[in-house]
């Protein structure tokens, strides 16, 4: 199932924020919450090390306010691949500022970066699937194999909505090909689109102002857009590759 967060209405009222668009809870918002409440403190107990990927898109701002309200011990890491928008960057910065958890960020090689861009160009991205996911192992794969070094367990913003190669997230998987089986937990695993904007709205959490604007998944500045009428959830990152082929390697199944 996808999420088809664009309509007629959502289009032309172009000047309203995401949390008066989206924020729609499902009838059972409150058990799904529940839910998520007892197996973030159930993942704190048992999993320990563990810590939360945040992309600083609304499902991850979410979880780490969750994180903060229920005073757990799991920190955040953040991947700051060097292209992130600079919405995405001042979020950061002022998550920084007021989480009570600490927020770690973690940076990609610049040597790499800079012999990537010597050998391939700027946009070297959009030249094949290849040179995209070579960017993808630069910026984000290497970072992410060091946020999660001693780790038992990680925190994502997974949801069963977000793209048909996400339609059977579960709560809790042990079945990733790129983090070496580590236990990953996707708390909003159930949650609806209006779930996560209906909590964002009813606790006042900060979120990236990109998501005003159209853009439902926030990745790096050249790879991501806004979406339009009918394109699902996700059609906004790598728009010039196929569908199935959408993920940068950090959600990989085996």
């Known amino acids: 199932m996808k999420d088809t967060v664009m309509t007629s209405s959502f289009l032309s009222r172009t000047s309203s924020k995401a949390t008066e668009l989206n924020a729609k809870p499902s009838p059972d918002f409150a058990v799904k919450l529940a839910q998520t409440k007892a197996l973030l403190q159930l993942a704190n107990v048992e999993f320990q090390p563990l810590t939360q990927a945040s992309s600083l898109g609304a499902e991850d701002v979410v979880i780490t306010h969750l994180i903060n309200q229920l005073q757990l011990d799991i920190p955040v890491f953040v991947l700051e691949t060097g292209a992130l928008h600079t919405e995405t960057l001042a979020l950061l910065e002022r998550t920084q500022a007021h989480s009570r958890t600490p927020i770690h960020v973690y940076r990609p090689q610049q040597e790499a970066v800079i012999q990537f861009i010597r050998d391939h160009g700027q946009d070297a991205m959009y030249q094949s699937m290849d040179l995209r996911k070579s960017c993808c192992n630069i910026r984000k794969m290497a ?112």
């Not at 925190?155 to 793209?163: A, F, P, V, Y």
Request: with cysteine; charged share 25%.
């Open 143 to 254: 970072p992410l194999a060091q946020a999660l070094k001693g780790q038992r367990a990680w925190i994502t913003g997974l949801r069963k909505e977000q793209s048909n190669a996400r339609a059977d997230v579960p709560l809790q998987d042990n079945s990733e090909v790129s983090t070496k089986d580590l236990t990953k937990f996707n708390p909003l695993a159930n949650w609806s689109w209006g779930d996560v904007w209906h909590y964002i709205a009813s606790e006042g959490v900060d979120y990236n102002p990109l998501h005003d604007q159209f853009f439902p998944s926030i990745g790096c500045a050249p790879c991501t857009r806004a979406i339009s009428l009918g394109e699902d959830f996700r059609a906004g990152r790598w728009w010039w590759e196929d569908e199935a082929a959408k993920e940068c390697g950090l959600h990989v199944k085996k």
